[in-house]
């Protein structure tokens, strides 16, 4: 039995791929009880006899997706003035106030890295490991700010 947060990779009708987001293990489902690729799910799975190799889901807690969305607003005042003390390439990790954290990203081309962290499956891994709702991107001239926010 595995109690902890799984990312749904791949899911059809019949069965599932989830990974867990804490230690990257790899489980397929046998069934698939009505998840979808996106999914985040905290609960926990047990390997099937005789083999052990493929799982059943025993008890779901909470089930989610997280949306990664582009915001339209800029960089926070706070954002700009870590990127403008950091060297480009440089990123800063830190905890907001309440839930969540955000990371600041200076780079020489801003809206590609946004691009990069919209499509990186990472983002949403590291959203669900924190258990938050959504993921907000803003970009600014060389600066591109992670917000992973609770609802």
């Not at 069965?15 to 799910?41: K, M, W």
């Not at 706070?78 to 905890?95: H, P, V």
């Not at 949403?124 to 926010?149: F, Q």
Request: no cysteine; aromatic share 4%; hydrophobic share 40%.
């Amino acid at each position: 039995m595995k109690t902890s947060t799984f990312l749904v990779t791949a899911a059809d009708e019949e069965t599932a791929t989830l990974r867990d987001v804490f230690d990257q293990q790899v489980i397929t489902l046998s069934e698939n009880p009505g998840l979808e690729a996106d999914d985040v799910i905290e609960g926990t799975v047990e390997a099937e006899p005789p083999l052990e190799v493929a799982y059943r889901i025993d008890e779901i807690e909470r089930q989610w997706q997280i949306p990664v969305e582009r915001s339209d607003e800029s960089p926070t005042t706070l954002s700009r003035d870590i990127a403008a003390e950091q060297a480009t390439g440089e990123i800063t990790k830190r905890e907001r106030a309440g839930d969540g954290e955000f990371h600041v990203l200076t780079v020489p081309d801003a809206e590609a890295a946004a691009q990069d962290v919209l499509d990186d499956v990472a983002t949403l891994e590291r959203a669900a490991r924190l258990g938050v709702d959504r993921v907000s991107v803003r970009v600014g001239d060389g600066v591109v700010s992670v917000r992973y926010l609770p609802n």
